[in-house]
């Protein structure tokens, strides 16, 4: 059975840093992409950056330049590195992980979440 466990997130002053960790545990094979998102109090979950298992990111513009997601292959872990960080920044931080299968189907695997809060 396959779990993500999430690690990383705090409360940090506005303009600080946090690295997000995502590791995989379980047997998985083949994962398609993998990325990080978040949810703000009353708000819908949204994709903040993904990565490829060719390495193609994408990033939601308002982290652009502040974000970095990368991942080590060897260790099955997914990194979020979040620099200058704002107050609406401050949200629930969820992995995703995506197995793709012979036939192109996915399947997709979420973790917990971590707590994200950026004061001003």
């Known amino acids: 059975q396959v779990h993500l466990v999430e690690s990383g997130g705090g409360l940090v002053q506005f303009g600080g840093s946090l690295r997000l960790s995502c590791a995989i545990s379980?047997?998985?094979?083949?994962?398609?992409?993998m990325g990080w998102y978040r949810q703000a109090p009353g708000k819908q979950r949204e994709l903040v950056a993904a990565?490829?298992?060719?390495?193609?990111?994408n990033y939601v513009d308002s982290v652009k330049g502040r974000f970095t997601i990368s991942r080590d292959n060897a260790k099955n872990t997914v990194y979020l590195q979040m620099n200058s960080l704002k107050p609406e920044d401050t949200a629930v931080y969820y992995c995703?992980?995506?197995?793709?299968?012979?036939?192109?189907?996915?399947?997709?695997?979420w973790g917990q979440g971590t707590q994200v809060t950026v004061s001003s």
């Open positions: 990565v490829t298992s060719g390495g193609n990111t």
């Open positions: 995703k992980v995506q197995q793709i299968y012979s036939d192109a189907t996915l399947t997709t695997y």
């Open positions: 379980g047997s998985i094979f083949n994962i398609y992409a």
